[in-house]
């Protein structure tokens, strides 16, 4: 070809222009995607790092809404804002070597303007270390601002309702040109914790909490003050200290923790912001032996056959006692959740008995002798006359029945009250026979008894017995918590039938107590719509039999959307083949089916590690057909978003196998 001749494109050079224009589209695009990412970073002003800290404080990066973690080293940049918990500190070391330690319950944000390091304190306690000869820091507390500057030097701040107040810790410090130990000090403390509790003996025997009373100095501010730190520990420098969370609730209303084991404690209880605890040493005594209450000073008793004497001490109820009973050569020890044991008596006998804790350590109490005469009495028949008796429907009778095993009276007078002295009866009831049976008792606790009218008169004493009735309940099959894929759900309810065919009247509540249904039912199940997703109770009143049949207690339901799977089950090992779908040759893939899934997301890596993403696809359903000429070994993961659009966790991950692909040209 001669010199200046113009030369034809071949179709390599068009491939060759093409790739060449898309490689510089593709660069442009992802310049412009980096340089959108970097710019946020690249505008940010570091002025700090982040020092050692405890438990988990939080930094919010300026321009972002999200709260994170912290790493130690990190770099803090201008504007960020630093949170504390109750558990929670922090340091921060300002480049300039200027020092920050932030205690728990504190908000501060870091600023750096014209020069000098501006610190907002927004809540909270804040101690300030300058390390260097003249150094200057501004504080903000809302529109006030306050300079402190100096040689080296420590203060602490507080933030109060309005203002901050400022309390020198060492060096040589000024704060608005003032000499820092000049100012007025920091208020007065913001609990009462001189005398946090009002003994420090504590008898376990009597004692059942242990009252840590801690008010704020000033009721007004109680409800937006930071509580103090309470830990409780068997060493005086609180070694090993157990602490216990407290809420401003707690604070109003007093602390009553679980009284530990007997021995020496030490109680303490640290300021917000302080940096010592006050101690108070208290003592948890072992158990001493109950004090036992003799019956009215009477060392003879005289009572009915099978009446019940009282075996009393002092103490709490809430313990188990062991009561010991001699009777001649037998010998019983009771266990007992109370303070006193009723023991019926059926002859005469000279008793002693004695009382402790149940606790190996525990000490008893002395004997206490009494000497019970039994006079000649009636004797109850307890097979006819349970002390317990249930009733199941209003037709149910309760018997008093006497023994047959004793001479034969001709009449007798039967009693029914709600107190053993029989005052005010409910009824009086003469009868030829030894028995009688009344449909009058509802459910409750009663006393009767039978006298004879023949002289001498013989009595059976003051009987107890308790009627019964059966308490409707939430079926076995009911559930708490129900799920429901609809906007308003229809939840399902089911309660205990002792009655068959009985009626009932069904309510739903919401949170707020409002009536969401009432209705009528027969039977011991229901259907009820409610009006959205969200937490009720229910409730079932018998509407007949109203005088057996007890209602249930308000039951709570929880009805909320089906659960997302936390992380779908996928084929270990997968071989996908190629299928005609559409006239094109492509692999299908077979994912974990969910009932309301609305995606499936697939992810093929070249490692087990899910360091290097081959690629990543989408599909509306479990299947998913991708076109595609690869072949080999490769390593995927499944995620799912349901129709609501939450997200499952990732699967394991498994194998996915493409074998040589039929796509793929020889």
């Not at 005086?236 to 157990?242: D, F």
């Not at 008596?345 to 008793?351: D, P, T």
Request: glycine share 6%.
């Amino acid at each position: 070809m001669a010199l200046g001749d113009s030369r034809r494109f071949s179709p390599l050079d068009y491939a060759t222009f093409l790739v060449a224009i898309a490689s510089i589209i593709t660069g442009t695009y992802f310049l412009f995607v980096h340089e959108d990412n970097i710019r946020p970073l690249r505008d940010l002003q570091p002025i700090a790092k982040v020092g050692t800290y405890s438990e988990s404080p939080q930094r919010k990066i300026v321009g972002t809404l999200a709260w994170n973690g912290v790493k130690e080293r990190e770099v803090l940049f201008r504007g960020d804002q630093i949170l504390t918990d109750q558990s929670s500190k922090i340091e921060v070391l300002f480049l300039d070597d200027t020092f920050l330690k932030i205690p728990p319950n504190s908000l501060i944000k870091l600023d750096f303007n014209n020069g000098e390091f501006d610190i907002v304190l927004i809540k909270g306690f804040l101690d300030i270390n300058l390390s260097k000869g003249n150094e200057k820091v501004t504080l903000r507390k809302g529109n006030k601002k306050y300079k402190i500057e100096g040689k080296k030097g420590k203060i602490q701040v507080v933030s109060g309702s309005e203002n901050l107040q400022f309390k020198p810790l060492s060096g040589d410090l000024k704060v608005d040109g003032k000499d820092a130990s000049q100012l007025k000090p920091i208020s007065k403390a913001l609990y009462q914790i001189d005398n946090p509790l009002k003994k420090t003996t504590f008898d376990p025997l009597r004692d059942n909490t242990l009252p840590v009373d801690l008010k704020p100095a000033s009721i007004k501010k109680a409800g937006n003050l930071p509580p103090p730190d309470v830990v409780i520990s068997r060493y005086p420098n609180l070694r090993k200290a157990q602490k216990i969370k407290t809420t401003p609730q707690d604070l109003k209303k007093g602390l009553n923790l679980k009284l530990p084991r007997p021995g020496l404690y030490y109680l303490g209880v640290k300021e917000p912001g302080a940096t010592e605890y006050k101690i108070t040493p208290f003592e948890v005594a072992a158990f001493s032996a109950p004090q036992l209450l003799a019956q009215s000073g009477k060392k003879t008793i005289q009572v009915s056959q099978g009446e019940n004497i009282a075996l009393g001490w002092v103490g709490r109820k809430d313990l188990t006692y062991e009561v010991e009973v001699q009777a001649g050569s037998q010998r019983k020890v009771f266990d007992v959740q109370s303070t006193k044991k009723l023991l019926p008596i059926f002859k005469s006998a000279q008793l002693k008995y004695r009382v402790r804790v149940k606790s190996p350590s525990a000490p008893w109490s002395q004997w206490e002798n009494q000497n019970v005469k039994v006079n000649p009495g009636l004797i109850v028949d307890q097979n006819m006359t349970p002390d317990i008796f249930i009733k199941k429907t209003q037709e149910d009778a309760i018997p008093f029945a006497l023994s047959a095993k004793q001479s034969n009276p001709k009449s007798f007078l039967f009693e029914v009250a709600k107190t053993p002295s029989f005052k005010n009866p409910l009824f009086k009831v003469k009868s030829k026979k030894p028995a009688i049976k009344s449909k009058k008792l509802k459910p409750g606790v009663y006393y009767w008894r039978s006298t004879t009218l023949d002289k001498p008169p013989k009595t059976t004493g003051a009987q107890k017995i308790t009627i019964k009735a059966p308490v409707i309940l939430p079926s076995q099959n009911f559930k708490n918590e129900q799920f429901s894929a609809l906007s308003k759900p229809v939840a399902q309810f089911s309660w205990s039938e002792s009655l068959p065919g009985n009626k009932y009247q069904l309510t739903v509540k919401d949170t707020q107590g409002k009536v969401i249904e009432e209705k009528e039912v027969q039977g011991n199940q229901a259907e009820v719509k409610l009006p959205s997703l969200g937490s009720y109770s229910w409730q079932v009143k018998p509407l007949t039999n109203k005088e057996v049949l007890l209602p249930t207690k308000e039951t709570p339901l929880m009805v909320t959307l089906p659960e997302i799977i936390k992380s779908p089950k996928i084929q270990p090992k997968q071989i996908i083949y190629y299928r005609i779908v559409n006239g094109v040759e492509a692999y299908e893939i077979e994912l974990p089916e969910y009932k309301y899934a609305e995606l499936y997301t697939l992810e093929v890596y070249r490692d087990p590690e899910a360091k290097k993403m081959l690629f990543k696809k989408s599909f509306p359903r479990n299947t998913g057909y991708w076109v595609s000429n690869r072949s080999g070994k490769y390593y995927y993961r499944v995620r799912i978003t349901d129709k609501w659009g939450r997200k499952s966790g990732y699967s394991k991950m498994g194998i996915l196998i493409f074998p040589i692909s039929p796509l793929v040209k020889e």
